[in-house]
């Protein structure tokens, strides 16, 4: 295979949340591609420590993408470094599970602020940049909750579908400045903060079983995915959305309850 296939050798890529998580494998890919990554997260300590361990050419950035000031300075340190920006993965999101009827107009503000507002602040900072190159590849980490509504996932649903809507707008407003925007929706995915919720419990086996693949998703699974929109691999794919779940979106019928299955389950159960 030839050399460098992603073409993403010497290119800035951003990371937001690239501390940990499916952020963290991003970046390690990027990495691994030969790219100068780009880690933005809260605490300036953890990305600085993700950023040491990607490499000499990579950099960590203490960011709240909420915050405008916060990534606006990012982006004047990522154009005094690098002078560039190439990719932007907007990835830093949270998700505070609460019952709607519980939940008030500044919980559901904070889930906006981080995972919609974040991502806007990020897209206009970066974006900048990029149009002073002429191109650029966006790619924002959504999740199925889009499609499928996150249990007790009130502001988090409402963000992951809107960001959809946004990515597209991004795509044909700067389509002709030569930046493509996409959407990755990430379906269960081993990450600390699913584990963490999950432990002392047969969830994560569960979970496993109800998608095609019969396994969760790991964090490389994403990074792949996010790797192939970013790279010139994908030139001309934008406003895109890639549902990368093992299948778990197309479960539905096959875990209806059916007549042919069950009796062909009690045969197996008398065998
Ligand atoms: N883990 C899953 O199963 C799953 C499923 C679908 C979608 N997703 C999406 O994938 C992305 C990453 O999820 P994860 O599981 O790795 O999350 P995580 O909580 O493990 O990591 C998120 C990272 O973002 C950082 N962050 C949070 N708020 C920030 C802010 N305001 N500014 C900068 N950084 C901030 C955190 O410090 C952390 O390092 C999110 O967009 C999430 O919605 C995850």
């Not at 050798?9 to 100068?36: D, H, P, Q, Y």
């Not at 932007?88 to 904070?110: C, G």
């Not at 988090?156 to 044909?172: E, L």
Request: contains cysteine.
């Amino acid at each position: 295979m030839q050399q460098d296939w992603l073409g993403l050798s010497g290119k800035t890529c951003v990371v937001t949340g690239g501390a940990r998580g499916i952020g963290l494998a991003i970046a390690e890919g990027l990495a691994g591609a030969g790219a100068r990554v780009v880690v933005l997260d809260l605490a300036a300590e953890d990305a600085e420590r993700a950023a040491s361990a990607l490499g000499a050419d990579a950099l960590g950035l203490a960011c709240d993408t909420s915050d405008e000031a916060s990534v606006t300075a990012a982006a004047e340190r990522v154009r005094s470094a690098h002078g560039r920006c190439d990719v932007l993965v907007n990835n830093a999101a949270v998700f505070r599970p609460m019952p709607l009827i519980e939940s008030t107009l500044k919980d559901w503000n904070d889930g906006l602020a981080v995972n919609l507002s974040g991502y806007y602040n990020c897209v206009q900072a970066f974006g900048r940049l990029m149009m002073e190159n002429g191109a650029g590849a966006m790619v924002h980490i959504g999740s199925i909750a889009a499609f499928t509504s996150q249990f007790h996932g009130v502001d988090y649903s409402a963000t992951k579908a809107a960001i959809t809507g946004f990515s597209r707008q991004v795509a044909i407003e700067w389509g002709g400045r030569g930046i493509r925007s996409n959407v990755v929706h990430p379906g269960l995915t081993k990450t600390p903060l699913t584990a963490e919720r999950n432990t002392g419990s047969d969830i994560m086996a569960r979970r496993a079983r109800m998608t095609a693949a019969k396994r969760m998703g790991e964090p490389d699974d994403i990074a792949n995915a996010v790797m192939f929109l970013a790279s010139e691999r994908s030139s001309y794919v934008t406003g895109a959305d890639m549902i990368v779940d093992g299948g778990l979106q197309r479960m539905l019928t096959e875990l209806v309850p059916n007549a042919t299955r069950i009796s062909d389950f009690e045969k197996g159960l008398r065998q």
